[in-house]
């Protein structure tokens, strides 16, 4: 067990406490979900659809607000503290989360793939493809985070060992597109929406979608008690999430412009993150999922976080995955 073991297991407990108070205010009055990075990383953009086209409420949840920080650990801890009913994290989050007390279910599978990730370099780099990544500068956010684990598999890849590459901790994407101005790095990871805002500007050397198999990159999340008090204001938000998705791949432009808003972006490059990311596939696999439980990404994901030092033990899928938010035509694990 970690250091941050007692934090999750105390939270839970103290949390629990609450619950009931939370349960019955929320049904009366609307409740806030949990979703990391919302604001910032591609992940959550289907929630700021489905609030501006009404399918929370037409669902019959009624959202009141929506909850981000910077990490899925703490947009975990924030969901656990609040009573929230509903969270969307990394999986390798939730996995080591249950590992160290926390009381969790892993609900619904929403980002399918890591297609929302590139690396990139200057235009004068030498660098061109991850074979010439040996004796690079290699940037990653922070230590076990998912573009560590990324790039200790393009190094793979590459046929390289971990050791042929210096992995570069710069503590954000933001902050990594600096190093990569200022030659602290060689590489640097642009997920979207970074990557259309600035793809202009660095040449692409790879490709998550075109190196990497389906990698489950979120997954909805919930505690028993809330899955006991809060069922149905959680399956609506799974049916609204999942309307929105079908809304973005129909409606690009459109749910870009949605999109622009809720992050801050220009919308040019809110409706191309939203096109990239709708039409992108890896192995036939979408970025947005419908909810739909996908074990081999979900199982890579987690061997990914195996990697890097996140998870630690065996784990048992069949104890922490519970299907029964999920509409009758996903409910099946893929």
Known sequence: MTARAPTFARIAGVSALALMALAIRGAAQGEEIAVSNFGVSANGMPYGVARAKGFFKQEGASVTGIITS??????????????????????GVVV??????????????????????VWAVRQDSPVKSIKDFKGRKIGYTNPRSTSQ??????????????????????????????????????????????LSQFQAKYRIVARASE???????????????????????????????????AFMVANPDEAGEIVARDYMLSPAVARATVRNLTTSYTDGIPYW???????????????VQRTVGAITGDVDYGKIIDTQFLPDDVKAIK
Not at 289 to 303: A, F, N, S, V
């Open 289 to 303: 999922g419908t909810g739909q439980i996908h074990l081999d990404g979900m199982k890579r994901m987690i061997e």
């Open 149 to 194: 684990g990324l790039a200790m598999l393009l190094l793979d890849k590459a046929g390289l060992k971990a050791g042929d590459a210096e992995l570069v901790r710069t503590g954000g994407f933001g902050e990594g597109v600096a190093a990569l101005d200022t030659g602290l790095v060689d590489v640097a990871p642009l997920p979207e929406p970074l």
């Open 211 to 245: 190196l990497l198999p389906p990698l489950d990159n979120v997954v909805g999340v919930t505690t028993p008690n809330m899955a006991a008090q809060r069922g149905d204001f959680i399956r609506a938000v799974i049916r609204a999430r999942r309307r929105a998705v």
């Open 96 to 117: 080591a989360a249950i590992q160290q007390g926390a009381d969790l279910k892993l609900i619904s599978d929403n980002v399918l793939t890591v297609a929302e990730f």
């Open 70 to 91: 910077a990490g899925g650990g703490t947009s975990l801890r924030n969901m656990l503290a609040g009573g929230v009913p509903y969270g969307e994290v990394n999986p």
